[in-house]
């Protein structure tokens, strides 16, 4: 039996680890500065670290009767404290500016300007050579090179900043007024106010420029040709059905193929849908594909986090016969509370004037929740209030043909057959059906899971991560974020993670041998449907190793 093949999207997979020196080179003046000056606070980081560690060990050392400290150095990498302190030593007045309103500047701000300015005499830069990044913050620094060379542009300060997530921002929360004294906000809350100020600097202050913080984008996990049939289904059809149990990835598919729409419309790649190489992207791992022949790579775009209340208007990348682009916005929505208003702003756009404009809409389970919770529970009064409304829109978006209004309902089988008993207008629609992933192709549909996952909890996640999860996940739970976050904190998943980190730490072709060595018989017995095979493990560690998400052997 032939193994199975996958695709994996992302820009990290054709791309080098940035370099502490790749960066310099690539900076202006200024940022230069600031970078240098990131890397010699690292040092001094460092070295009272080392200076803590060791003091801990004598305080403990024989004879002792104390109780013992528990102290944890962090890995002597560059990480956004390093930077952020460097923007206090440098930029001091910008930073003010750009995350705090004039009359919010609290003292601890001219403390901590005053304290590490006194260090800074005794600060010196380490060689570059040496300077490593945070597993986290390697691929925002990676990406963002990335982009700056595209551009053709220095990278400048202000664009440094935008480096830093609002996990990072918080720790600028005590320089504020309304949370060090007021308590009006809480840190987290403070860190997106500051986000946001931070986005409008020039809007506040016409001497320093707004910071265009970077969003990571996500990896897809392509089992076949899933991308290419559902733009060719939403090209011909004006109505489509994405079917599939939870976890089958179908918002994924319509996130995935709404970037690759961004990306190809930003560079101007307007193939045709039916052109399947013209549409495939540059940055395209799989395991038996020839390489593509050489494209220019578009610039890392923005997508959105999640499918909530966002909208996009550019130029279409299909075009019907004859061909006749058209512009269409592309909204997402994904609020129970207003779902049902959205619908009805739908059905008069539906129904409105004005040619060569149309509206693609996305609609989920949210957004469906109110009639489907309507129709489980056999409430004829809220059935026949919003019932109604939902058909309209079916109607109105087969009779315009997708002219003005294209759908894609994205439901499980359970909500389509109870949709199909009352709207049979559904019989006209496109349907594509997504499965949930097989044994053999978890571990990549986790691996690029974890590019958000480790975003959105500032930790570093990697393949062991997935290997111990498997391990202690029954089949029901295997593809459950929910299930990955109860047990990602328990001892024993922790001791798991770590006994298959060290043999990844050295791994090789004998990396799954030595694993199933190492495993107890009935971690072995559920193990081995993932390690099968040393062809598609060499496979693995090497997509992880371009999604960067596994740690260099030493």
């Known amino acids: 039996m032939a193994e199975p093949t996958f695709t ?13 020196s790749d960066l310099l080179e690539h900076c202006t003046a200024d940022a230069k500065s600031l970078l240098k000056q990131a890397a010699a606070l690292a040092q001094h980081r460092w070295s009272q670290q080392d200076a803590i560690t060791q003091a801990i060990q004598d305080w403990q050392s024989p004879p002792c009767n104390m109780e013992t400290i528990l102290w944890e150095p962090s890995p002597p990498t560059l990480q956004p404290v390093d930077l952020m302190r460097a923007l206090l030593l440098e930029c001091p007045d910008f930073l003010s500016a750009a995350i705090l309103e004039p009359n919010d500047v609290h003292d601890n701000f001219h403390k901590a300007l005053a304290k590490w300015r006194s260090i800074q005499p005794n600060l010196s830069c380490p060689p570059y050579e040496s300077v490593a990044f945070d597993p986290i913050w390697a691929r925002r620094w990676t990406l963002f090179l990335a982009e700056s060379q595209d551009r053709q542009q220095p990278i400048q300060t202000h664009q440094m900043m935008g480096l830093l997530s609002y996990h990072d921002l918080e720790g600028f929360a005590d320089f504020s007024i309304m949370f060090a004294e007021q308590c009006f906000y809480t840190r987290h809350e403070m860190a997106y106010k500051m986000m946001d100020l931070a986005s409008s600097t020039r809007d506040r202050v016409e001497d320093y420029p707004s910071v265009p913080f970077f969003s990571m984008p996500f990896a897809y996990f392509s089992r076949g040709d899933e991308l290419f049939a559902f733009e060719h289904a939403l090209c011909h059809h004006p109505m489509v059905l994405l079917v599939g149990p939870p976890e089958s990835g179908r918002r994924s598919l319509v996130r995935a193929w709404f970037q ?12 045709l849908a039916e ?20 494209r220019p790579r578009p610039r890392i775009a923005l997508q959105p986090e999640e499918l909530e209340s966002y909208a996009w208007v550019g130029e279409s990348f299909w075009s019907s016969d004859p061909p006749s682009p058209f512009t269409h916005e592309v909204t997402y929505s994904s609020t129970q509370e207003y779902s049902w208003m959205y619908l009805e702003r739908l059905l008069q756009l539906a129904h409105g004037s004005g040619g060569g404009q149309a509206t ?15 129709l489980r529970e056999h409430n004829t009064d809220l059935r026949d209030q919003r019932l109604p409304v939902f058909r309209s829109l079916l109607q109105a978006c087969l009779q315009q043909g997708g002219h003005k209004l294209r759908l894609v ?12 008993r009352h709207c049979p207008e559904l019989e006209q629609a496109e349907q594509l059906q997504l499965d949930s992933p097989n044994d053999m192709e978890l571990i990549p549909w986790w691996l690029c899971r974890f590019l958000e996952l480790s975003e959105l909890w500032n930790k570093p996640l990697n393949l062991s991560h997935i290997l111990a999860f498997l391990t202690l996940s029954t089949h029901d739970e295997r593809t459950s974020v929910e299930r990955f976050l109860a047990i990602l904190e328990q001892p024993r998943f922790q001791h798991e993670q770590k006994r298959i980190q060290r043999v990844l730490t050295r791994y090789s072709s004998q990396g799954p041998q030595k694993m199933l060595q190492r495993m107890g018989p009935r971690r072995r017995r559920k193990l081995v449907p993932y ?24």
């Open 8 to 20: 994996v999207y992302h820009p990290l997979v054709e791309l080098s680890p940035a370099t502490f």
């Open 260 to 271: 690759q729409c961004y990306l190809k419309t930003y560079e101007g790649l307007h193939q």
């Open 275 to 294: 052109q399947r190489e013209a549409y495939r992207p540059p940055f395209v791992w799989d395991e038996e594909t020839t390489p593509l022949p050489s």
């Open 360 to 374: 693609i809409s996305f609609l989920g389970t949210h957004d469906l929740f109110p009639l489907l919770s309507a």
């Open 409 to 420: 309902l994205s439901v499980t089988p359970e909500e389509l057959s109870l949709l199909w």
């Open 531 to 554: 390690l099968t095979g040393l062809e598609r493990w060499q496979a693995i560690v090497d997509l992880a190793d371009k999604l960067m998400l596994l740690p260099q052997p030493a």
